[in-house]
């Protein structure tokens, strides 16, 4: 079995900054790309930030420039550094990894149970 547990969440004022954590742990052979989605009311799940297990990151427009992806392998951390929050950031984030688990040979994806983050004066 694999957990997923995110946090750092929370309200902060437009222009302020925030860190979320995720951690997975439990029987873990490798992690591959981990990163974070978000989802507003009535708005469809949007892709964020994605970090591969070399590195290599990948932004959405909406959030160049003031969001930061970084990971510790050893910890089987994913990290989010966002700065320059904007009231359109508001939403529910959610951290996921591509996990190969202890005994098996295929990827499984695996998703932690979000976070809310509010960016309001």
């Known amino acids: 079995q694999v957990q997923l547990v995110e946090s750092g969440g929370g309200l902060v004022q437009p222009g302020g900054s925030l860190r979320l954590s995720c951690v997975a742990s439990?029987?873990?052979?490798?992690?591959?790309?981990m990163g974070w989605y978000r989802q507003a009311p009535g708005k469809e799940r949007e892709l964020v930030i994605t970090?591969?297990?070399?590195?290599?990151?990948n932004y959405a427009d909406s959030v160049k420039g003031r969001f930061t992806i970084s990971r510790d392998t050893a910890k089987n951390t994913v990290y989010l550094q966002m700065n320059s929050l904007k009231p359109e950031d508001t939403s529910v984030y959610s951290c996921?990894?591509?996990?190969?688990?202890?005994?098996?040979?295929?990827?499984?994806?695996?998703w932690g149970q979000g976070t809310q983050v509010t960016v309001s004066s």
């Open positions: 996921y990894a591509q996990i190969i688990r202890l005994g098996e040979s295929y990827e499984s994806l695996h």
């Open positions: 439990g029987s873990i052979f490798s992690i591959n790309n």
């Open positions: 970090i591969t297990s070399g590195g290599r990151t």
